[in-house]
């Protein structure tokens, strides 16, 4: 079992940015890939960026690649998203998953674990 609770999310104008942070406990944290997803109202979870174990390969969507990076400190059980130049489609919940894998996979399905998720909101 792994566990995972994000924080970090709230309410920014466009133009800004935030950081998103993926706390986990449980099962050997740096044995895992761990990716971000989003879901905005009426819409379905879509995958946003994963980073490997070892936090040296990193894939992110089109929509967020140039704007948003993921980072990892498997030190402290930690995986970051940060977020810059926020659009107001950004916004969205902000779900962390883990999958045991050594590939960066985008499909929600391939996930085991997820946190309860953080609110992003961007203003125009």
């Known amino acids: 079992q792994v566990q995972l609770v994000e924080s970090g999310g709230g309410l920014v104008q466009a133009g800004g940015s935030l950081r998103l942070s993926c706390a986990a406990s449980?099962?050997?944290?740096?044995?895992?890939?761990i990716a971000w997803f989003r879901q905005a109202p009426g819409k379905e979870r879509e995958f946003v960026a994963a980073?490997?174990?070892?936090?040296?390969?990193?894939r992110s969507a089109d929509s967020v690649k140039g704007r948003f990076t993921i980072s990892r400190d498997n030190a402290v059980n930690t995986v970051y998203l940060q977020m810059t130049s926020l659009k107001p489609e950004d916004t969205a919940v902000y779900y962390c998953?883990?999958?045991?894998?050594?590939?960066?996979?985008?499909?929600?399905?391939?996930?085991?674990?997820w946190g309860q998720g953080t609110q992003v909101t961007v203003s125009s």
């Open positions: 998953a883990a999958a045991p894998t050594s590939v960066l996979i985008t499909a929600r399905g391939a996930y085991n674990y």
């Open positions: 449980g099962r050997p944290f740096s044995s895992y890939v």
């Open positions: 980073i490997s174990s070892s936090g040296s390969s990193t």
